[in-house]
């Protein structure tokens, strides 16, 4: 959306501070992380295709943070010692429950949490307030550690379980996109599921232009529909080659 107005304002590059970084290599961009990999930003950017990032730069993408920082001092600009944002931006004050209370009001009503057979243990405060993975803050017990293990939105229902019920053993995702050449069935990448989280390595099939499908090597805990799935190459660790959105995961076992 960014790149569409500086477009229409006549600009032919569109600079951020992504700590993301662009390498012209023959006739095609490749994305790859950042060089300070405690703040790399390329996984958000997954969706850039070879058009916008043939305009894009990201000037930032080479430096460690110190050294934004340093070059920031002696600009005399005053975020140069603003600490880092370690919340969701845009929610003030990092209160989550009121931005949910404000923007998603469909995400606030009661509920009924369950166990992996169905039975009732308890109610939620509505399911904008959980994630999977979620261990924290759930008010039932199941005489060990209970985490969240699936959202239900259209049955506004928690499902609860054990640290072993949270492993998957592949994932569907789609809205793909992808920054060059599109992965083949087989084709072994490299998946992460959160902004700083691990990755992990696993293989892609049923690639098709919106979709495709990820069996993990070995399961993957907390995965969740929602969350983007960015592919880095198993080859070049670095690069980005695309990704999508996670429409559902597999469970361990199922046949990818």
């Not at 379980?161 to 793909?176: F, I, N």
């Not at 990448?189 to 902004?195: E, G, P, S, Y």
């Not at 980005?240 to 429409?247: D, K, N, T, Y």
Request: hydrophobic share 40%; net charge negative.
């Amino acid at each position: 959306a960014l790149l569409e107005k500086a477009t229409a304002l006549g600009a032919d590059i569109l600079a951020t501070g992504h700590y993301a970084r662009v390498e012209q290599r023959g006739d095609g961009y490749r994305l790859l992380r950042g060089a300070d990999v405690r703040k790399d930003q390329s996984y958000v950017l997954w969706m850039l295709t070879q058009d916008q990032l043939a305009r894009a730069r990201f000037p930032v993408g080479n430096m460690e943070k110190s050294e934004t920082r340093a070059i920031a001092t002696s600009l005399g600009l005053r975020t140069a010692r603003k600490p880092d944002s370690q919340e969701i931006c845009f929610v003030r004050n990092g209160d989550f429950d009121a931005y949910v209370d404000e923007h998603l009001s469909d995400a606030t009503a009661p509920g009924p949490i369950l166990d992996t057979s169905g039975a009732v243990l308890g109610r939620h405060r509505g399911i904008g307030r959980y994630t999977v993975g979620q261990r924290k803050g759930l008010g039932v017990s199941l005489g060990e550690p209970a985490f969240v293990t699936a959202i239900d939105a259209d049955m506004n229902a928690l499902t609860v379980g054990s640290r072993a019920d949270l492993a998957v053993g592949g994932l569907v995702c789609d809205e793909t996109s992808f920054t060059g050449r599109r992965p083949g069935d087989g084709d072994a990448v490299l998946i992460q599921h959160r902004a700083h989280g691990g990755v992990h390595p696993g293989r892609v099939s049923a690639v098709t232009a919106d979709r495709f499908e990820i069996g993990y090597d070995s399961p993957v805990a907390a995965v969740a529909p929602g969350q983007s799935a960015a592919l880095y190459s198993a080859d070049s660790p670095d690069e980005l080659l695309g990704g999508g959105v996670i429409a559902a995961t597999l469970p361990v076992g199922a046949d990818v």
